[in-house]
Protein backbone atom coordinates (compact mmCIF):
# COMPACT_ATOMS: atom_id res chain seq x y z
CA UNK A 1 0.00 0.00 0.00
CA UNK A 2 1.02 3.66 -1.07
CA UNK A 3 2.37 5.97 2.14
CA UNK A 4 -0.39 8.19 3.11
CA UNK A 5 0.89 11.47 2.21
CA UNK A 6 1.56 13.67 5.40
CA UNK A 7 0.76 17.60 4.03
CA UNK A 8 0.92 19.09 7.84
CA UNK A 9 4.30 20.74 7.54
CA UNK A 10 3.14 22.53 4.37
CA UNK A 11 -0.19 24.66 4.94
CA UNK A 12 -2.34 24.90 2.38
CA UNK A 13 -4.30 27.51 3.65
CA UNK A 14 -4.12 31.12 4.84
CA UNK A 15 -7.45 32.98 6.32
CA UNK A 16 -5.85 36.40 5.15
CA UNK A 17 -5.60 35.06 1.34
CA UNK A 18 -8.52 36.28 -0.96
CA UNK A 19 -9.62 33.04 -1.76
CA UNK A 20 -12.08 30.82 0.13
CA UNK A 21 -10.57 27.95 2.44
CA UNK A 22 -11.95 25.32 -0.21
CA UNK A 23 -10.45 27.24 -2.94
CA UNK A 24 -7.16 26.96 -1.59
CA UNK A 25 -6.69 23.81 -0.77
CA UNK A 26 -8.47 22.78 -4.66
CA UNK A 27 -5.60 24.98 -6.16
CA UNK A 28 -2.36 23.72 -3.24
CA UNK A 29 -3.34 19.67 -4.32
CA UNK A 30 -3.90 20.12 -8.06
CA UNK A 31 -0.92 22.02 -8.15
CA UNK A 32 1.26 19.01 -5.81
CA UNK A 33 -0.29 16.60 -8.75
CA UNK A 34 0.25 18.73 -11.68
CA UNK A 35 4.05 18.79 -10.43
CA UNK A 36 4.26 15.37 -9.59
CA UNK A 37 4.90 16.28 -5.88
CA UNK A 38 1.88 13.84 -5.22
CA UNK A 39 2.08 10.71 -7.99
CA UNK A 40 -0.49 8.59 -9.26
CA UNK A 41 -1.95 6.24 -6.51
CA UNK A 42 -1.22 7.85 -3.58
CA UNK A 43 -4.20 7.79 -1.01
CA UNK A 44 -5.18 10.67 0.60
CA UNK A 45 -5.35 11.49 4.19
CA UNK A 46 -8.47 10.88 6.01
CA UNK A 47 -10.98 13.72 5.67
CA UNK A 48 -10.35 13.67 9.37
CA UNK A 49 -6.85 13.62 9.62
CA UNK A 50 -6.64 16.22 6.46
CA UNK A 51 -8.87 18.65 8.39
CA UNK A 52 -6.95 18.08 11.51
CA UNK A 53 -3.67 18.72 9.86
CA UNK A 54 -4.76 21.85 8.06
CA UNK A 55 -6.79 23.11 10.94
CA UNK A 56 -10.07 23.18 8.90
CA UNK A 57 -13.31 21.65 9.55
CA UNK A 58 -14.60 18.77 7.91
CA UNK A 59 -17.21 20.15 6.01
CA UNK A 60 -14.16 22.36 4.17
CA UNK A 61 -12.24 19.45 3.17
CA UNK A 62 -15.43 17.26 1.92
CA UNK A 63 -16.43 20.23 -0.66
CA UNK A 64 -12.36 20.29 -1.41
CA UNK A 65 -12.16 16.64 -1.98
CA UNK A 66 -15.11 16.43 -3.70
CA UNK A 67 -14.43 19.38 -6.78
CA UNK A 68 -10.98 17.47 -7.04
CA UNK A 69 -12.82 14.38 -7.94
CA UNK A 70 -14.95 15.89 -10.28
CA UNK A 71 -11.86 17.83 -11.71
CA UNK A 72 -10.25 14.33 -12.33
CA UNK A 73 -7.72 15.02 -9.55
CA UNK A 74 -8.66 12.13 -7.47
CA UNK A 75 -10.95 9.59 -7.52
CA UNK A 76 -13.03 8.08 -4.46
CA UNK A 77 -12.51 4.35 -3.70
CA UNK A 78 -15.81 3.54 -1.64
CA UNK A 79 -14.56 2.42 2.03
CA UNK A 80 -11.20 3.00 1.25
CA UNK A 81 -10.88 6.78 0.97
CA UNK A 82 -9.65 9.32 -1.56
CA UNK A 83 -6.58 8.24 -4.09
CA UNK A 84 -4.53 10.69 -7.16
CA UNK A 85 -5.78 9.62 -10.24
CA UNK A 86 -3.50 8.92 -13.24
CA UNK A 87 -4.18 12.26 -15.25
CA UNK A 88 -2.32 11.42 -18.48
CA UNK A 89 -5.47 9.57 -19.85
CA UNK A 90 -7.95 12.65 -19.45
CA UNK A 91 -5.54 15.12 -20.90
CA UNK A 92 -4.42 12.96 -24.03
CA UNK A 93 -6.41 10.90 -26.05
CA UNK A 94 -5.05 7.07 -25.61
CA UNK A 95 -3.17 6.50 -28.66
CA UNK A 96 -1.65 9.67 -28.54
CA UNK A 97 -0.18 8.56 -24.84
CA UNK A 98 2.75 6.90 -25.95
CA UNK A 99 3.97 10.04 -28.48
CA UNK A 100 3.57 12.25 -25.54
CA UNK A 101 6.81 14.30 -25.01
CA UNK A 102 8.17 14.59 -21.75
CA UNK A 103 8.42 17.77 -19.99
CA UNK A 104 11.09 18.65 -17.71
CA UNK A 105 10.32 19.74 -14.01
CA UNK A 106 13.57 22.11 -14.86
CA UNK A 107 12.44 25.59 -14.39
CA UNK A 108 12.26 27.55 -17.60
CA UNK A 109 10.75 30.71 -19.17
CA UNK A 110 7.45 28.45 -19.68
CA UNK A 111 7.58 26.37 -16.28
CA UNK A 112 7.41 29.96 -13.72
CA UNK A 113 4.76 31.75 -15.98
CA UNK A 114 2.75 28.33 -15.53
CA UNK A 115 3.46 28.48 -12.25
CA UNK A 116 2.48 32.69 -11.71
CA UNK A 117 -0.87 31.63 -13.12
CA UNK A 118 -1.97 29.21 -11.03
CA UNK A 119 -2.75 31.37 -8.46
CA UNK A 120 -0.82 30.44 -5.59
CA UNK A 121 -1.56 32.81 -2.19
CA UNK A 122 0.69 35.75 -3.51
CA UNK A 123 2.42 35.59 -0.06
CA UNK A 124 4.07 32.61 -1.12
CA UNK A 125 5.48 34.03 -4.64
CA UNK A 126 8.15 35.83 -3.91
CA UNK A 127 9.49 35.28 -7.49
CA UNK A 128 6.02 37.07 -9.25
CA UNK A 129 6.13 40.21 -10.74
CA UNK A 130 2.46 42.07 -9.20
CA UNK A 131 1.42 43.51 -6.79
CA UNK A 132 -0.42 41.72 -3.62
CA UNK A 133 -4.25 42.12 -4.05
CA UNK A 134 -4.44 44.33 -0.84
CA UNK A 135 -1.62 46.40 -2.52
CA UNK A 136 -3.90 47.41 -5.48
CA UNK A 137 -7.49 49.26 -5.21
CA UNK A 138 -10.54 47.00 -6.07
CA UNK A 139 -13.08 49.80 -5.67
CA UNK A 140 -11.15 51.81 -7.82
CA UNK A 141 -11.37 49.56 -11.18
CA UNK A 142 -14.87 48.10 -9.57
CA UNK A 143 -16.33 51.81 -9.74
CA UNK A 144 -15.21 52.50 -13.13
CA UNK A 145 -16.58 49.04 -13.97
CA UNK A 146 -20.02 50.15 -13.11
CA UNK A 147 -19.78 53.38 -14.38
CA UNK A 148 -19.29 51.97 -18.06
CA UNK A 149 -21.89 49.33 -17.46
CA UNK A 150 -24.35 52.15 -16.88
CA UNK A 151 -23.64 53.85 -20.16
CA UNK A 152 -25.67 53.28 -23.72
CA UNK A 153 -25.68 49.62 -23.97
CA UNK A 154 -24.99 49.57 -27.45
CA UNK A 155 -21.24 51.33 -26.60
CA UNK A 156 -20.39 48.36 -24.97
CA UNK A 157 -21.99 45.53 -27.92
CA UNK A 158 -19.52 46.58 -31.28
CA UNK A 159 -15.73 46.21 -31.81
CA UNK A 160 -13.28 49.06 -30.67
CA UNK A 161 -11.61 51.37 -32.20
CA UNK A 162 -8.73 50.23 -34.28
CA UNK A 163 -5.77 52.65 -32.75
CA UNK A 164 -8.14 52.46 -29.81
CA UNK A 165 -9.92 54.51 -27.40
CA UNK A 166 -10.02 58.19 -28.10
CA UNK A 167 -10.47 59.31 -24.91
CA UNK A 168 -7.98 57.07 -23.46
CA UNK A 169 -5.43 57.98 -26.45
CA UNK A 170 -6.43 61.76 -25.41
CA UNK A 171 -5.54 60.93 -21.80
CA UNK A 172 -2.08 59.17 -21.91
CA UNK A 173 -1.27 62.56 -24.29
CA UNK A 174 -1.41 64.94 -21.15
CA UNK A 175 0.15 61.53 -19.33
CA UNK A 176 2.96 61.70 -21.25
CA UNK A 177 3.56 65.25 -21.49
CA UNK A 178 4.61 65.05 -18.14
CA UNK A 179 7.11 62.87 -18.51
CA UNK A 180 8.83 65.57 -21.12
CA UNK A 181 7.37 63.42 -23.85
CA UNK A 182 5.25 65.05 -26.68
CA UNK A 183 2.78 62.35 -28.40
CA UNK A 184 -0.56 63.16 -30.34
CA UNK A 185 -3.15 61.07 -30.17
CA UNK A 186 -2.65 59.17 -33.33
CA UNK A 187 0.99 58.41 -31.93
CA UNK A 188 -0.66 56.37 -29.72
CA UNK A 189 -2.16 52.61 -30.14
CA UNK A 190 -3.51 50.91 -27.17
CA UNK A 191 -2.61 47.12 -26.81
CA UNK A 192 -3.38 44.11 -24.42
CA UNK A 193 -0.62 44.89 -22.02
CA UNK A 194 3.24 45.64 -22.57
CA UNK A 195 3.49 42.02 -24.13
CA UNK A 196 1.54 42.82 -26.70
CA UNK A 197 2.81 45.83 -27.50
CA UNK A 198 6.22 44.39 -27.77
CA UNK A 199 5.38 41.51 -29.71
CA UNK A 200 3.82 43.89 -32.44
CA UNK A 201 6.63 46.19 -32.69
CA UNK A 202 8.80 43.17 -33.19
CA UNK A 203 6.47 41.16 -35.78
CA UNK A 204 6.79 44.96 -37.61
CA UNK A 205 10.34 46.18 -37.93
CA UNK A 206 11.83 42.37 -38.05
CA UNK A 207 12.07 39.42 -39.67
CA UNK A 208 13.39 36.09 -39.05
CA UNK A 209 17.40 36.27 -38.76
CA UNK A 210 18.00 39.91 -37.59
CA UNK A 211 19.34 40.54 -34.02
CA UNK A 212 17.21 42.14 -31.11
CA UNK A 213 19.48 43.31 -28.11
CA UNK A 214 18.26 43.30 -25.18
CA UNK A 215 19.45 43.95 -21.09
CA UNK A 216 21.13 41.09 -19.29
CA UNK A 217 19.62 40.60 -16.82
CA UNK A 218 16.18 41.28 -18.54
CA UNK A 219 12.19 40.55 -18.42
CA UNK A 220 12.46 36.99 -19.34
CA UNK A 221 9.41 36.73 -21.26
CA UNK A 222 11.13 38.46 -24.09
CA UNK A 223 13.41 35.85 -25.03
CA UNK A 224 10.58 33.14 -25.68
CA UNK A 225 8.75 35.97 -27.80
CA UNK A 226 11.51 36.46 -29.95
CA UNK A 227 12.50 33.49 -30.40
CA UNK A 228 9.49 32.49 -32.07
CA UNK A 229 9.52 34.93 -34.55
CA UNK A 230 13.29 33.51 -35.64
CA UNK A 231 15.18 36.31 -34.38
CA UNK A 232 18.35 35.98 -32.56
CA UNK A 233 18.49 37.70 -28.89
CA UNK A 234 21.88 38.66 -27.69
CA UNK A 235 22.28 40.15 -24.67
CA UNK A 236 23.67 43.72 -23.46
CA UNK A 237 25.32 43.58 -19.67
CA UNK A 238 23.39 45.77 -17.48
CA UNK A 239 25.21 48.18 -15.01
CA UNK A 240 24.19 50.01 -12.56
CA UNK A 241 22.83 53.31 -14.26
CA UNK A 242 22.37 50.87 -17.71
CA UNK A 243 23.78 49.30 -19.79
CA UNK A 244 28.02 49.11 -20.58
CA UNK A 245 27.96 51.25 -23.42
CA UNK A 246 31.10 50.16 -24.51
CA UNK A 247 30.15 46.34 -25.07
CA UNK A 248 26.62 47.77 -26.97
CA UNK A 249 28.80 49.75 -29.64
CA UNK A 250 31.33 46.49 -29.72
CA UNK A 251 27.89 44.25 -30.44
CA UNK A 252 26.41 46.62 -32.46
CA UNK A 253 29.15 46.91 -34.87
CA UNK A 254 29.47 43.18 -34.95
CA UNK A 255 25.78 41.95 -35.02
CA UNK A 256 24.25 45.23 -36.66
CA UNK A 257 20.62 45.10 -34.77
CA UNK A 258 17.21 46.39 -35.91
CA UNK A 259 15.86 46.72 -31.65
CA UNK A 260 17.59 47.35 -28.85
CA UNK A 261 14.57 46.35 -25.95
CA UNK A 262 15.73 48.46 -22.45
CA UNK A 263 13.94 48.85 -19.57
CA UNK A 264 15.03 52.75 -18.39
CA UNK A 265 13.29 53.28 -15.51
CA UNK A 266 13.33 50.65 -12.60
CA UNK A 267 14.63 47.76 -14.69
CA UNK A 268 13.70 44.43 -14.39
CA UNK A 269 14.82 42.88 -11.84
CA UNK A 270 17.02 45.32 -10.55
CA UNK A 271 14.89 48.09 -10.39
CA UNK A 272 17.96 50.54 -11.23
CA UNK A 273 17.37 53.67 -13.87
CA UNK A 274 19.59 54.88 -16.57
CA UNK A 275 21.57 57.89 -16.13
CA UNK A 276 21.39 61.17 -18.09
CA UNK A 277 24.92 60.65 -19.73
CA UNK A 278 24.00 56.67 -20.44
CA UNK A 279 20.80 57.67 -22.24
CA UNK A 280 22.82 59.96 -24.29
CA UNK A 281 25.55 57.68 -25.49
CA UNK A 282 22.78 54.83 -26.11
CA UNK A 283 20.99 57.21 -28.44
CA UNK A 284 24.21 57.95 -29.72
CA UNK A 285 25.30 54.42 -30.37
CA UNK A 286 21.67 53.98 -31.98
CA UNK A 287 22.21 56.06 -34.66
CA UNK A 288 25.82 55.27 -35.14
CA UNK A 289 24.70 51.41 -36.16
CA UNK A 290 21.04 52.84 -37.02
CA UNK A 291 18.94 50.50 -34.87
CA UNK A 292 15.58 51.30 -33.17
CA UNK A 293 15.15 51.35 -29.21
CA UNK A 294 11.97 50.52 -27.73
CA UNK A 295 11.46 51.99 -24.35
CA UNK A 296 9.69 49.43 -21.94
CA UNK A 297 8.45 51.93 -18.96
CA UNK A 298 5.66 49.55 -17.47
CA UNK A 299 6.61 50.45 -13.93
CA UNK A 300 6.54 54.18 -14.86
CA UNK A 301 4.32 55.27 -12.06
CA UNK A 302 6.06 53.39 -9.28
CA UNK A 303 8.90 55.72 -9.50
CA UNK A 304 8.67 58.59 -7.19
CA UNK A 305 10.58 60.84 -9.66
CA UNK A 306 14.15 62.32 -10.45
CA UNK A 307 14.36 64.12 -6.74
CA UNK A 308 14.64 60.58 -5.34
CA UNK A 309 16.70 58.75 -7.93
CA UNK A 310 17.38 60.06 -11.37
CA UNK A 311 15.02 59.22 -14.35
CA UNK A 312 15.91 59.96 -17.83
CA UNK A 313 14.11 57.98 -20.40
CA UNK A 314 15.39 57.77 -24.16
CA UNK A 315 11.57 59.34 -25.41
CA UNK A 316 12.27 62.22 -23.93
CA UNK A 317 15.62 63.13 -25.24
CA UNK A 318 14.45 61.41 -28.51
CA UNK A 319 11.00 62.41 -28.96
CA UNK A 320 9.84 59.64 -31.21
CA UNK A 321 12.17 59.61 -33.59
CA UNK A 322 14.31 56.60 -33.34
CA UNK A 323 12.30 55.21 -30.00
CA UNK A 324 9.38 53.59 -29.61
CA UNK A 325 7.94 54.11 -25.94
CA UNK A 326 5.74 51.35 -24.16
CA UNK A 327 3.46 51.48 -21.47
CA UNK A 328 0.52 50.17 -19.13
CA UNK A 329 -1.23 49.89 -16.06
CA UNK A 330 -0.64 46.37 -15.14
CA UNK A 331 1.20 46.66 -12.78
CA UNK A 332 -0.85 49.22 -10.77
CA UNK A 333 -4.29 49.10 -11.63
CA UNK A 334 -4.94 45.65 -12.35
CA UNK A 335 -3.28 42.76 -14.66
CA UNK A 336 -6.86 41.53 -16.24
CA UNK A 337 -7.25 44.99 -17.48
CA UNK A 338 -4.35 44.43 -20.21
CA UNK A 339 -4.31 47.71 -21.00
CA UNK A 340 -1.04 48.88 -22.92
CA UNK A 341 -0.01 51.35 -25.06
CA UNK A 342 2.67 52.00 -27.74
CA UNK A 343 3.62 55.87 -28.61
CA UNK A 344 5.88 56.48 -31.61
CA UNK A 345 6.08 58.38 -34.96
CA UNK A 346 3.17 58.81 -36.29
CA UNK A 347 3.44 57.06 -39.33
CA UNK A 348 5.01 53.87 -37.01
CA UNK A 349 1.72 54.48 -35.26
CA UNK A 350 -0.27 53.65 -38.23
CA UNK A 351 1.32 50.66 -38.97
CA UNK A 352 1.67 49.12 -36.02
CA UNK A 353 -2.07 50.07 -35.54
CA UNK A 354 -2.82 48.01 -38.77
CA UNK A 355 -1.16 44.93 -37.68
CA UNK A 356 -2.90 45.12 -34.64
CA UNK A 357 -5.78 44.84 -36.69
CA UNK A 358 -4.79 41.75 -38.44
CA UNK A 359 -3.57 40.38 -35.12
CA UNK A 360 -6.79 40.71 -32.67
CA UNK A 361 -9.21 43.39 -34.72
CA UNK A 362 -9.26 45.79 -31.76
CA UNK A 363 -8.25 45.65 -28.53
CA UNK A 364 -11.20 45.52 -25.11
CA UNK A 365 -12.86 48.94 -25.28
CA UNK A 366 -14.57 48.20 -22.15
CA UNK A 367 -11.13 48.12 -20.20
CA UNK A 368 -9.92 51.05 -21.80
CA UNK A 369 -13.16 53.24 -20.61
CA UNK A 370 -12.01 51.74 -16.80
CA UNK A 371 -8.53 52.78 -17.19
CA UNK A 372 -9.76 56.22 -18.99
CA UNK A 373 -12.11 57.40 -16.31
CA UNK A 374 -9.74 55.98 -13.77
CA UNK A 375 -7.10 58.53 -15.11
CA UNK A 376 -9.49 61.17 -16.07
CA UNK A 377 -11.13 61.45 -12.52
CA UNK A 378 -8.41 62.41 -10.35
CA UNK A 379 -7.88 59.14 -8.36
CA UNK A 380 -5.11 57.48 -9.73
CA UNK A 381 -1.89 59.73 -8.75
CA UNK A 382 -3.01 59.43 -4.93
CA UNK A 383 -3.23 55.92 -5.69
CA UNK A 384 0.30 55.36 -7.34
CA UNK A 385 1.61 57.04 -4.07
CA UNK A 386 0.35 54.80 -1.65
CA UNK A 387 1.76 51.88 -3.44
CA UNK A 388 5.17 54.00 -3.75
CA UNK A 389 4.94 54.63 0.09
CA UNK A 390 4.24 51.27 0.99
CA UNK A 391 7.07 49.54 -1.34
CA UNK A 392 9.69 52.32 0.52
CA UNK A 393 8.94 50.46 3.83
CA UNK A 394 8.65 46.93 2.32
CA UNK A 395 11.99 47.97 0.32
CA UNK A 396 14.19 48.48 3.41
CA UNK A 397 12.32 45.69 5.73
CA UNK A 398 13.38 42.84 3.33
CA UNK A 399 16.48 44.41 2.59
CA UNK A 400 17.74 44.41 6.17
CA UNK A 401 16.38 41.16 6.65
CA UNK A 402 18.16 39.73 3.83
CA UNK A 403 21.51 40.71 4.86
CA UNK A 404 20.97 39.59 8.16
CA UNK A 405 20.53 35.89 6.14
CA UNK A 406 23.98 36.68 4.50
CA UNK A 407 23.01 37.49 1.02
CA UNK A 408 24.00 40.09 -1.14
CA UNK A 409 21.77 42.99 -2.45
CA UNK A 410 23.59 43.64 -5.98
CA UNK A 411 21.82 46.93 -6.63
CA UNK A 412 20.87 49.36 -2.97
CA UNK A 413 17.99 51.35 -5.42
CA UNK A 414 15.94 53.80 -3.37
CA UNK A 415 12.89 52.81 -5.45
CA UNK A 416 11.34 49.82 -7.59
CA UNK A 417 9.52 46.27 -6.19
CA UNK A 418 12.42 44.20 -6.82
CA UNK A 419 15.43 43.39 -5.56
CA UNK A 420 18.45 41.43 -7.19
CA UNK A 421 19.49 39.11 -4.62
CA UNK A 422 22.59 37.06 -4.69
CA UNK A 423 22.59 33.87 -2.60
CA UNK A 424 25.64 32.39 -3.29
CA UNK A 425 24.11 28.59 -4.35
CA UNK A 426 22.40 27.95 -7.14
CA UNK A 427 19.08 29.35 -7.60
CA UNK A 428 17.61 26.72 -9.67
CA UNK A 429 18.26 24.00 -7.23
CA UNK A 430 16.79 26.89 -4.68
CA UNK A 431 13.57 26.89 -6.80
CA UNK A 432 12.78 23.42 -6.75
CA UNK A 433 13.02 22.87 -3.29
CA UNK A 434 10.93 25.88 -2.74
CA UNK A 435 8.01 24.87 -4.69
CA UNK A 436 8.32 21.64 -2.84
CA UNK A 437 6.51 23.91 0.05
CA UNK A 438 4.45 25.51 -2.43
CA UNK A 439 6.30 29.09 -2.53
CA UNK A 440 7.11 30.77 -6.55
CA UNK A 441 10.53 32.22 -6.76
CA UNK A 442 12.48 33.33 -9.78
CA UNK A 443 15.82 32.02 -10.20
CA UNK A 444 18.24 34.36 -12.21
CA UNK A 445 18.67 31.84 -15.14
CA UNK A 446 15.62 32.89 -16.34
CA UNK A 447 16.37 36.43 -16.64
CA UNK A 448 19.26 36.06 -19.16
CA UNK A 449 19.09 35.16 -23.00
CA UNK A 450 21.66 32.64 -22.62
CA UNK A 451 20.21 30.71 -19.50
CA UNK A 452 23.00 29.69 -17.68
CA UNK A 453 23.05 28.67 -14.18
CA UNK A 454 22.71 31.56 -11.76
CA UNK A 455 23.29 32.50 -7.92
CA UNK A 456 21.03 35.50 -8.29
CA UNK A 457 17.01 35.62 -7.46
CA UNK A 458 14.55 38.12 -8.50
CA UNK A 459 12.44 38.45 -5.07
CA UNK A 460 9.33 40.94 -5.61
CA UNK A 461 9.52 43.10 -1.94
CA UNK A 462 5.65 43.06 -1.88
CA UNK A 463 5.35 39.33 -1.72
CA UNK A 464 8.18 39.10 0.94
CA UNK A 465 5.13 39.12 4.13
CA UNK A 466 4.89 35.60 4.42
CA UNK A 467 6.66 33.58 7.37
CA UNK A 468 7.18 30.39 5.81
CA UNK A 469 9.02 32.31 3.22
CA UNK A 470 11.17 33.80 5.61
CA UNK A 471 11.93 30.21 7.59
CA UNK A 472 12.81 28.61 3.82
CA UNK A 473 15.61 31.35 3.04
CA UNK A 474 17.01 30.86 6.53
CA UNK A 475 16.93 26.97 6.67
CA UNK A 476 18.13 26.84 3.18
CA UNK A 477 20.97 29.80 2.52
CA UNK A 478 22.10 30.49 6.22
Known sequence: MRKIPQLSSNPMVSRDSGGSLVEQIVRSVACRIDDKLLRTGARMPSIRQFADEQKVSRFTVVEAYDRLVANGYLESRRGSGFFVRERASLLSPPHAVAQAIPTSQQPDVVWLIRNMFRQLPPQKMPGSGLLPHEWLDGDLVANGLRSISRLNQN?????????????????????????????????????????????????????????????????????GTFA??????????????????????????????????????????????????????????AEQHDFMIVEDDVYCDIHPGSAVQAATRLAALDQLQRVIYLGGFSKTLAANLRVGFIATSHETAIRLSDRKML??????????????????????????????????????????????????????????????????????????????????????????????????????????SDQGVWDFLERELR
Not at 164 to 183: D, H, S, V, Y
Not at 266 to 273: D, K
Not at 362 to 382: D, P
Not at 429 to 446: D, F, R, V
Open 155 to 223: LLLHYGTQQGFLPLRQQLQLKLAELEIAAAPEQIVTTNGVTQALDLVARELTQPGDTIFVDDPAWFLMF
Open 228 to 285: TLGTKVIGIPRLHDGPDVAKLAELAALHKPKLYVIHSVLHNPTSTSLSAAKAFQVLKT
Open 359 to 464: STLTTNEVCERVVHKVLSEGHYRKHVDRIRTRLDGARNEVTNRLEKLGMHIEYRTPAGMFLWVDTGSDTIALTEKALTEGILIAPGSLFSPHQLPSTHMRLNVAAM
